[in-house]
Structures are given as C-alpha cells and as structure tokens.
Nanobody, 124 residues
C-alpha cells in the first residue's frame, strides 16, 4: 500500500506560478513511477506529467509542455509539479499517482495508488 498526500494548491492569478508536492509513504518510493493528473468538473481525468522511478525520464501532455515541470526527490519520497504561466483553463483538482511500472504512463489505469487531490484555481 502506498499513501499519497498532495499539497500546494490554491488560488493564483493568470500568469502566476504554483508548486505542488506529493508526499509518499508506505512501500518503497523508488519502486514506482509517478504521475500528475487533473480533473475539472464535468471533464475526464487528464494526464499532465510523468516521471520514471529514477527520475531520469519524464513525459508531458502537450497542454502543459513548456509550462509545467515534474521532478522527484527519492530521498524525501516526494514528487513535485512546478507550474508556471498558469491559465484559467488550468483550474482543476490535481492528483498525484503511483504506478508499478519503471516508466510513467499517460493512462490513468496504469496507476494503482492515488492521492486525495489538491485544488488549483486560476483567476483571470
């Protein structure tokens, strides 16, 4: 079992930045690739970014490429999502997730464990 707890969400103006954190506990953190997803009301859950077990490989959705950066600190069992140039359409609940694969997947079904989510609201 892996427990994931997100933090760092909040209200920010368009063009601003936020850094989300996801602290993991339970099983060995380096046994999991990690991903960030988001879900807005009435919309499907959307993959944003993923990072491999070692942190050497990352992948991004086109919608956030160049604006969001995923990273992980395996010594702190934490994965981060640095978000910049935020837009009102980035408003959503943001979730981190853990996958047993070595590399991250864009499919939410590849992830076994999910956090409770943190809300990000971007005002225009």
């Amino acid at each position: 079992q892996v427990q994931l707890v997100e933090s760092g969400g909040g209200l920010v103006q368009a063009g601003g930045s936020l850094r989300l954190s996801c602290a993991a506990s339970g099983r060995t953190f380096t046994n999991y690739a990690m991903g960030w997803f988001r879900q807005a009301p009435g919309k499907e859950r959307e993959f944003l970014a993923g990072i491999s077990r070692s942190g050497a490989s990352t992948n991004y959705a086109d919608s956030v490429k160049g604006r969001f950066t995923i990273s992980r600190d395996n010594a702190k069992n934490t994965v981060y999502l640095q978000m910049s140039s935020l837009k009102p359409e980035d408003t959503a609940a943001y979730y981190c997730a853990a996958s047993p694969g070595y590399y991250s997947s864009t499919y939410y079904t590849a992830y076994d464990y999910w956090g409770q989510g943190t809300q990000v609201t971007v005002s225009s």
